[in-house]
T-cell receptor, first 113, second 110 residues
Framework: AQSVTQLGSHVSVSEGALVLLRCNYS??????LFWYVQYPNQGLQLLLK??????LVKGINGFEAEFKKSETSFHLTKPSAHMSDAAEYFC???????????FGKGTRLHILP | DVKVTQSSRYLVKRTGEKVFLECVQD?????MFWYRQDPGLGLRLIYF???????EKGDIPEGYSVSREKKERFSLILESASTNQTSMYLC?????????FGPGTRLTVL
């Protein structure tokens, strides 16, 4: 069975500091991996995805993530946090590369002024 | 731009009522999904559909049913609403490597 673990249900960083949101997955085959963001009172929006090819993936709003097969990780980073990054972030894995996605429990990112 | 719309942003119903949540997408996607979102639990798949009149149970189908009579529309039905179904419901459509989400319906069952 596949699963996704997000470390930390709440993360706080100062404005301008590095953002690091951690995600580990378990999968029996090379998965598709995703990060979604949910701003208050909105649906989920795709930030970035890894399917094949380059393991460092760049997304919207300056975010990027690196697929590390040996560590079964797909951590999300941004060099400099902005107040507008405050949101809930979900890591997700595609189940056997079919159309069903398993989501992590989410990490709420707080930006401190 | 892909658009997924949901019929209501907020809904209040009473225990025992039959509840319909509607979702419409405009991108001709074959796959559509219904998720439930609860604090600390993330998103959990209720049902999905990969074609008109085709459906498959997700991880938490109990107490729910679905209907897909047209490709663009996917409905979630609560046959007899209960208080433990108070939650945020998210509809999505898309493919293996991308799903597009609607804004969600926050359902409160009293």
């Amino acid at each position: 069975a596949q699963s996704v673990t997000q470390l930390g249900s709440h993360v706080s960083v100062s404005e301008g500091a590095l953002v690091l949101l951690r995600c580990n997955y378990s999968s029996s085959v090379p998965p598709y991996l995703f990060w979604y963001v949910q701003y208050p009172n909105q649906g989920l929006q795709l930030l970035l995805k890894y399917t094949t090819g380059a393991t460092l993936v760049k997304g919207i709003n300056g975010f990027e993530a690196e697929f590390k097969k040996s560590e079964t990780s797909f951590h999300l980073t941004k060099p400099s946090a902005h107040m507008s990054d405050a949101a809930e972030y979900f890591c997700a894995v595609n189940r056997n590369r079919d159309d069903k996605i398993i989501f992590g429990k989410g990490t709420r990112l707080h930006i401190l002024p | 731009d892909v658009k997924v719309t949901q019929s209501s942003r907020y809904l209040v119903k009473r225990t025992g009522e039959k509840v319909f949540l509607e979702c419409v997408q405009d991108m001709d996607h074959e796959n559509m999904f219904w998720y439930r979102q609860d604090p600390g639990l993330g998103l959990r798949l209720i049902y999905f559909s990969y074609d008109v009149k085709m459906k498959e149970k997700g991880d938490i189908p109990e107490g729910y049913s679905v209907s897909r009579e047209k490709k663009e529309r996917f409905s979630l039905i609560l046959e007899s609403a209960s208080t433990n179904q108070t939650s945020m419901y998210l509809c999505a459509s898309g493919y293996t490597d991308t799903q597009y989400f609607g804004p969600g319906t926050r359902l409160t069952v009293l």
